[in-house]
């Protein structure tokens, strides 16, 4: 039973919603634009949940086992390379150094019948030196490389025969060793990690799909059946939704008239009130 004093303010609040949403349209459709996408992810999250606890329950299956599955946890190993530049022109990559170094290195001199000697003297290059464009280094006069760098080492180099390799050192210059640091995962772990990662997708659909029919044994509504019962609400306010709203607000506020001009308590189910009590509720 409702009285008349609560028919009207039922009435009165529905009717300043229409007014506000016909007003407010735009913002009401930011609004329910915002929130339908809301309930469409709550859908979207209904439905992978139980993959979600699968995968869950199989990755910690697998850590438990010591299992990697994934390339970025493979053990890494650290190589080395050392980088050599030189006023020559030439760029190689040979074995490892302890640290980057520029050397000046001198030409072959016959010291003797069939003797060849050259001698290099290598600098230690600073940390706190800015080594990013070396190129610069390489027109340094050997004054002032050593004004820059301090002395490493000094290396007297004897041959009696000189093959193709010892001829790049025919001429006077100077070499700029770098070491680059480079990450290596070796094949096997490689291919250990990728039949892991397929094996544990596999375990994740096999259990997400038995959880998924279990829960729908256990339970009968499911909260994306509650989000769409909820979401035509939210519905966009166009000019043809517009122009019905300004209908149902005219009934409303014919009803409401109706109901000033009546005195008595009114009951929902009041057969002589029934038919625009109905239009009332399609909002």
Not at 67 to 95: C, D, R
Not at 110 to 116: K, M, N, V
Not at 187 to 192: A, G, H
Request: charged share 30%.
């Amino acid at each position: 039973m409702l009285t008349k004093k609560e028919l009207l303010k039922q009435l009165r609040n529905e009717t300043e919603n229409i007014r506000k949403q016909i007003k407010h349209n735009k913002f009401y459709n930011f609004r329910n634009h915002i929130v339908k996408k809301l309930i469409k992810s709550g859908i979207a999250i209904d439905y992978a949940l139980p993959f979600i606890i699968a995968g869950v329950l199989t990755f910690h299956l697998f850590e438990s086992k010591g299992e990697t599955l994934f390339i970025t946890n493979a053990t890494k190993e650290k190589a080395k390379k050392e980088k050599l530049i030189t006023s020559t022109g030439l760029t190689e990559e040979n074995s490892l150094l302890d640290y980057d170094n520029v050397s000046h290195a001198t030409s072959w001199q016959i010291i003797q019948e069939g003797l060849y000697e050259r001698t290099i003297t290598t600098y230690k290059i600073d940390d706190t030196l800015d080594m990013t464009n070396a190129y610069e280094h390489l027109f340094m006069s050997k004054e002032e490389i050593e004004q820059t760098f301090d002395i490493a080492d000094i290396q007297c180099v004897q041959k009696s025969h000189l093959n193709n390799e010892d001829e790049i050192y025919n001429d006077e210059m100077l070499i700029i060793t770098s070491i680059i640091e480079e990450d290596k995962v070796s094949k096997e772990k490689q291919k250990k990690n990728v039949s892991n990662a397929i094996f544990y997708l596999g375990l994740t659909s096999v259990y997400g799909c038995g959880l998924d029919s279990l829960r729908r044994l256990l339970i009968k509504t499911h909260i994306r059946d509650k989000l769409r019962q909820i979401e035509p609400k939210f519905k966009q306010i166009d000019e043809q939704r517009v122009y019905e709203l300004k209908n149902i607000l005219k009934v409303k506020q014919e009803n409401l008239t109706m109901l000033d001009d009546n005195s008595k308590s009114i009951s929902s189910n009041d057969n002589s009130y029934s038919y625009k009590l109905k239009k009332n509720r399609e909002v």
